[in-house]
């Protein structure tokens, strides 16, 4: 059972940074697809980046030029790098990744989610 664990949320000002990291455990194999997304207080979950193991990366409009994500695809490792934070930016952020050719052969179609954590922007 594959599990995502994020960390690296936390309070920061408007204009500062912060880094999230996701390790993806319990898989041996690499997920094709790893990213964030986040949802904010009554909206809707939305996509922020993810990238492919091939290093295709897609951003949400939103974050371009502010927002760097990267991964360790050997670890299976995936970072949210966080820069010229604003309010609209709080959020809960969730890492997401979509499951191994395997897994998917296995029968289990279905994406992986961390719990999340909290991206509080305020002064």
């Known amino acids: 059972q594959v599990q995502l664990v994020e960390s690296g949320g936390g309070l920061v000002q408007p204009g500062g940074s912060l880094r999230l990291s996701c390790a993806a455990s319990g898989n041996p194999f690499t997920l094709p697809v790893m990213g964030w997304y986040r949802q904010a207080p009554e909206k809707q979950r939305e996509l922020v980046a993810d990238?492919?193991?091939?290093?295709?990366?897609n951003y949400a409009d939103s974050v371009k030029g502010r927002f760097t994500i990267s991964r360790d695809t050997a670890k299976n490792t995936v970072y949210l790098q966080m820069n010229s934070l604003k309010p609209e930016d709080t959020a809960v952020y969730y890492c997401?990744?979509?499951?191994?050719?395997?897994?998917?052969?296995?029968?289990?179609?279905?994406?992986?989610w961390g719990k999340g954590t909290l991206v509080t922007v305020s002064s």
């Open positions: 990238m492919t193991s091939g290093g295709r990366i």
């Open positions: 997401n990744a979509e499951p191994s050719a395997i897994d998917k052969l296995r029968g289990n179609d279905n994406p992986y």
